[in-house]
């Protein structure tokens, strides 16, 4: 079994995922992983990295595939005894304004990848994580808008000290219903649902580093969302105003937060500082 720590970043052929890779690449001292749903265009992106001189190793990872995350996980296990940086990226958005794409299914697609695809690769890979370990996942300041819309209750419940992670599933299932019910601005919800599913990363965020603090409180593993910015990437278009590297920025700084740190824990940052959620 390698003792060399080892760094894996999801959805990272392209965009942000990719630059987070490729700063990870020159800062991290050990393994870095780049993944994608397809071998053909991860391998594309690894070489392209290797031209500019960096190291990057590829596994395949598809994060709507229970089986494609476990593969990862008995890979990571066997080679390396467990994980020091995992940073979800991995996500997806319909073009809302101008997708012709029915709400309801755009509701039920974004979530799968974004919350429930998240969500299994934390529940299989959450447990790898070393001591001092470092967890990112890549939210969007979409969520902190998308919560604003939300009714007060659901904010109150969404903002909770004390939400589990069963009741935040269950909220992100009721909001899929709701759209296809046709009632989801009747009950409370906002017409975003990228905007939800980042609300759903967030929170969850906030559960797990609780969760972390009451089962693994002397690990000092430090796990936080993020919001990149707006970046010139596929995902969001041309006009935006980072480019990929600096959209990489804030997740990467959170990753390799120096073991001494013990903040910040649970929070949600936009340019490396800390939010009010």
């Known amino acids: 079994m390698s003792s060399v720590p080892v760094a894996v970043v999801t959805g990272s052929n392209k965009g942000i995922g990719f630059a987070i890779v490729r700063a990870l690449c020159k800062q991290f001292p050990g393994d870095v992983y780049l993944t994608a749903r397809d071998p053909g265009r991860g ?16 596994h395949q990872l598809d994060i709507d595939d229970l089986q494609s995350i476990r593969a990862l996980r008995d890979f990571l296990k066997e080679k390396y005894g467990g994980l020091n940086v995992l940073v979800n990226n991995a996500g997806i958005a319909f073009k809302e304004v101008h997708d012709t794409t029915p709400f309801a299914v755009q509701a039920e697609v974004t979530l799968k990848t974004n919350f429930f695809g998240t969500r299994n690769v934390c529940t299989e890979l959450l447990p790898l994580v070393k001591p001092y370990g470092r967890v990112v996942n890549v939210s969007s300041m979409v969520s902190s808008s998308a919560l604003g819309g939300c009714s007060r209750e659901l904010q109150q419940k969404f903002r909770s000290d004390t939400i589990t992670e069963d009741e935040l599933v269950e909220l992100m299932t009721k909001f899929v219903e709701d759209t296809k019910k046709g009632v989801h601005e009747k009950e409370g919800w906002p017409n975003t649902a990228y905007g939800v599913s980042k609300i759903g990363v967030t929170v969850l965020s906030r559960i797990q580093a609780r969760m972390l603090n009451e089962k693994r409180k002397g690990d ?28 990489a920025e804030t997740p990467v700084y959170l990753a390799l937060l120096p073991s001494d740190a013990d903040s910040p824990h649970g929070q949600f940052l936009s340019n490396k500082t800390v939010r009010t959620w």
């Open 43 to 58: 391998q594309e992106a690894v070489s392209k990295l290797q031209e500019e001189g960096l190291r990057a190793l590829f």
């Open 220 to 247: 000092h593993v430090l796990l936080n969302a993020c919001c990149p910015g707006w970046v010139r990437t596929d995902m969001a278009g041309p006009k935006a105003t980072k480019s990929p590297d600096e959209g």
